[in-house]
């Protein structure tokens, strides 16, 4: 699983992964070059924070 938020939504990101997957995620920032292409999986905003598994 892999989820894309933004600053605003990684709080719910990190409460939904863990809900789905009865397990930690790892959180990492969007590298620059994938900021063009990911939006937040919540809202339109530009995605800052990938939450997958490990």
Do not use: R, W
Not at 18 to 35: L, Q, S, T
């Amino acid at each position: 699983m892999k989820i894309y938020s933004c600053e605003d939504h990684a709080g719910h990101a990190l409460d939904m992964f863990v809900a789905n997957e009865k397990d930690f995620p790892i959180m990492d920032k969007v590298e620059d070059v994938e900021k063009e292409t990911h939006k937040c999986d919540y809202c339109d905003a530009q995605a800052t924070y990938i939450v997958a598994n490990k």
